[in-house]
């Protein structure tokens, strides 16, 4: 069980270098020592802090699934009535502005869920569900709106339009490439594909 005790600067920084670690090395690799090595403390100290390695993993993906629902949440109401096109364009930017510009959470979230210890991957399965289901409903309003083919697999779509934007993290340089950019090739082959539609 993660530990609720309140949130201290020591722990943020556990945390911070823990998630960086977890991003660069992968979770097995990046041992409490080396977390404890890279705060400056010793090992032991991080247990004042967290249960466990697995606990520590648990707080930083919660987090990273934060980032992306305040960030879906904020693109709901900035575009609230607009049109469709433009819903799902801001949706595509602030989902790839969670991954790219909130620190390391997000980004470790998406890296290392897969691999995580059964034990974590089932206490954050119901919050990570909850998210993808914000993006069904944004995927069944397009549909219903006419704005993606009343044939859409909203299923199919979803995991395609996220798994899209999520391996971006292991190709993409926010420091080489426009972030903007990115998320206009993304909204556009969502919406068209990359091929031009066939008259009728």
């Known amino acids: 069980m993660v530990q609720t005790a309140a949130e201290t600067p ?3 920084r556990i945390l911070d270098e823990a998630a960086a670690l977890f991003l660069e090395h992968g979770y097995e690799a990046a041992s409490v020592r080396r977390i404890a090595e890279a705060v400056g403390m010793r090992a032991a100290s991080i247990y004042h802090h967290f249960n466990s390695k697995e606990d520590l993993l648990e707080v930083i993906l919660r987090r990273g699934l934060e980032v ?3 960030a879906f949440d904020h693109a709901s109401t900035a575009t609230l009535g607009a049109p469709g096109r433009e819903r799902l364009a801001a949706h595509v930017r602030a989902h790839l502005a969670a991954l790219y510009e909130n620190g390391p959470y997000t980004a470790t979230h998406v890296t290392t869920f897969r691999t995580a210890p059964e034990s974590v991957r089932t206490t954050i399965v119901p919050q990570r569900d909850a998210y993808e289901a914000l993006w069904t409903t944004l995927l069944d309003d397009l549909v219903t709106s006419g704005v993606l083919t009343p044939d ?3 299923g199919p779509a979803r995991l395609m339009l996220l798994g899209g934007m999520n391996a971006s993290v292991e190709w993409f340089d926010p420091q080489r ?13 969502t919406l068209y594909g990359l091929a031009t539609p066939l008259e009728d």
């Not at 490439?177 to 082959?189: E, K, P």
């Open 68 to 70: 992306m629902t305040v």
């Open 152 to 154: 859409t697999a909203v």
């Open 10 to 12: 020591g722990r943020d």
């Open 177 to 189: 490439g426009s972030l903007d950019d990115l998320a206009g090739l993304i909204t556009r082959q």
